[in-house]
């Protein structure tokens, strides 16, 4: 009796793989049947599969070209990803462009410290992937094509794209966002070969430091004041998780907009630090707001120069 119930664990334990891959809890994910991109809904620039603010039941990237997308169960939680969902890209006979875009519910702010990164995990290393930014309303109108490699095998890794290479001008509305993979491998033929798992679409405008202080874990999300407060023209914030997510930490105007991103990644539980340098920013009070899963904390700082 003992060994049958260790023979049906070992079992189970290979077919809930199985069942994972085979689509449980998958989305496909369509481009609208008349091929209408205006249908689209509007991301957010930093874009993490398992945000359950968006509905993705309903209209979110637009396949082209040959494109197949779909959401599922991520099939390697590990190093630098570990969420639950991710999205599944896989090209299988159309065009060597095959790709997919989205659109933004706010336009990029394309400076000299504006970094577009994206998680990737792929079955071969060589692989180029191309993004690139366009006008919606006027989608002939881009912004030239970047390129970054990917370079490792069957982990996760971040590419980035550097849009400080862009000769553009930086006050136009780019609010669509085109990705490529494997731009020089071909049309495609499905298979392991033409299928990468990608998450995390992050636009950074400058680059930080998150150091883990401690790993003792509090019972809740903690949002600590930061200090010195008021600053002129670093201050240290600290932050606390409960269990390990995806956590988000940014820093608002009074008038609601965005001015920095200070952390936009899967993080352990414990104690964080991070360091805001507001050397670019104006004499005033902000808000910042840490986003743990579907926690949110939000405190005010002052700024004086």
């Known amino acids: 009796m003992k060994i049958n119930v260790t023979v049906k664990c070992l079992i189970l334990g290979m077919l809930i793989p199985l069942f994972l891959a085979a ?3 998958a989305q496909v994910i369509e481009a609208p049947a ?4 205006s ?3 509007l991301l957010p620039l930093s874009l993490n599969m398992d945000n359950t ?3 993705w039941e309903d209209y979110t990237f637009f396949p082209f070209s040959g494109s197949a997308l779909e959401r599922i169960p991520n099939p390697d939680k590990s190093g630098l990803n570990e969420t639950d969902f991710v999205l599944q890209n896989i090209k299988a006979g159309g065009d060597p462009w095959a790709g997919f875009f989205y659109h933004l519910e706010e336009p990029v702010a394309v400076t000299d410290q504006t970094v577009f990164k994206m998680k990737v995990w792929s079955n071969i290393a060589g692989v180029t992937a191309l993004m690139k930014l366009e006008l919606k309303q006027f989608p002939d109108v881009n912004t030239g094509d970047l ?3 990917v370079t490792a095998v069957g982990e996760w890794l971040q590419l980035e794209w550097n849009l400080s290479e862009l000769n553009v001008d930086p006050d136009a509305p780019w609010d669509r966002v085109v990705i490529i993979m494997d731009i020089q491998g071909g049309s495609g033929s ?3 070969r033409y299928t990468w798992y990608l998450d995390d679409f992050v636009f950074e405008d400058g680059t930080t430091s998150i150091d883990q202080i401690s790993s003792e874990i509090p019972l809740e999300l903690q949002l600590k004041q930061n200090y010195p407060n008021p600053f002129n023209p670093t201050t240290t914030i600290e932050f606390g998780l409960a269990d390990a997510s995806f956590t988000t930490l940014e820093v608002y105007n009074m008038l609601g907009q965005r001015m920095a991103v200070l952390a ?3 993080l352990a539980a414990g104690w964080h630090r991070v360091n805001l340098d507001a050397t670019n920013l104006s004499s005033g009070t902000y808000i910042y ?3 743990a899963g579907d926690r949110v904390e939000t405190r005010k700082l002052t700024l004086i120069k």
Do not use: K, S, Y
């Open 23 to 25: 689509g449980i809890n």
């Open 34 to 37: 008349d091929g209408d991109p």
């Open 39 to 41: 249908v689209l809904q």
């Open 53 to 55: 603010d968006i509905d």
């Open 147 to 149: 390129f970054a490699d």
């Open 190 to 192: 499905g298979g392991d």
């Open 264 to 266: 936009n990644e899967q």
């Open 289 to 291: 707001r840490l986003t």
